[in-house]
């Protein structure tokens, strides 16, 4: 009897509690449509954009239904840039969302009070990412020690994009790992002309900088990526990539990701 009332105390469990994700499951299972932003802050203005979203976007942007994923400040900042990730149902969400914070009465009010002595903001990039296949869950997330972040930007030869998702799928992702670096995101531009045809965007955390360059020095001399990398060149007839795009990033103090 005893036994018999342990595995239907377990069954019932398992058809109940555990078959219902939590709130923070949840929005990552409903929030899969991506932004990322980039802020050129105004010349001595960064502080002034740091605090303003410390203190007002971020909230609001919860309160219209925007998932806050992170914030970074590179280290090398010498164009005063801000970046972050937002995450919405879907492109119409996104929409939706935006339109009812640029008319919210609590930003009106933070926009103007912080923007006395003049805009914080130069300029702003904004591109819209779906999640690769291969991509871990894309959630907020608090490291046990401090992460340095590094956003890498690849662009593909023509006609050569699948056989680089093809690559990191099946060998990079894999071997990132063995060399000690961590996924956070792995992302598609949606739009043709923020590079849906030829770009693959993501970022890995680090232990620090020089962490990094050791991780990254172990895997290029690695054997498996470099019969990886000959095999899959082989076949493109050439490399699969034009370009890489690395940035050495901070998370900000406010950032849900650590």
Not at 107 to 130: H, P, R, T
């Amino acid at each position: 009897m005893k036994v018999a009332s342990l595995f239907s105390a377990v069954l019932l469990m398992l058809l109940t509690g555990c078959s219902q994700p939590d709130d923070e499951q949840a929005k990552a299972d409903e929030n899969n449509f991506y932004e990322l932003r980039v802020y050129d802050a105004e010349p001595g203005k960064l502080d002034d954009l740091n605090a303003r979203f410390r203190d007002h976007t971020v909230p609001l942007f919860e309160k219209h239904n925007m998932e806050n994923i992170g914030y970074w400040i590179p280290i090398q900042n010498t164009e005063n840039r801000l970046y972050y990730i937002l995450a919405y149902p879907s492109r119409e969400a996104r929409e939706a969302s935006w339109e009812a914070f640029h008319s919210d009465p609590d930003w009106i009010e933070a926009k103007e009070a912080s923007e006395v002595d003049g805009s914080l903001v130069a300029s702003v990039q904004s591109i819209y990412l779906n999640a690769t296949d291969y991509s871990p869950e894309i959630s907020p997330s608090i490291a046990e020690n401090p992460r340095t972040f590094e956003l890498r930007t690849y662009t593909a030869t023509p006609g050569n994009l699948d056989r680089l998702h093809a690559r990191f799928r099946d060998h990079t992702i894999d071997l990132f790992s063995k060399h000690g670096m961590e996924h956070f995101g792995y992302w598609s531009p949606v739009d043709a002309d923020k590079g849906a045809d030829d770009t693959l965007i993501y970022f890995i955390t680090h232990n620090g900088p020089e962490s990094r360059d050791a991780s990254f020095d172990a895997f290029r001399k690695d054997p498996e990526w470099t019969a990886a990398a000959d095999a899959s060149e082989e076949d493109a007839g050439g490399s699969l990539t034009i370009s890489v795009d690395p940035i050495m990033m901070v998370p900000t103090d406010y950032s849900p990701t650590q």
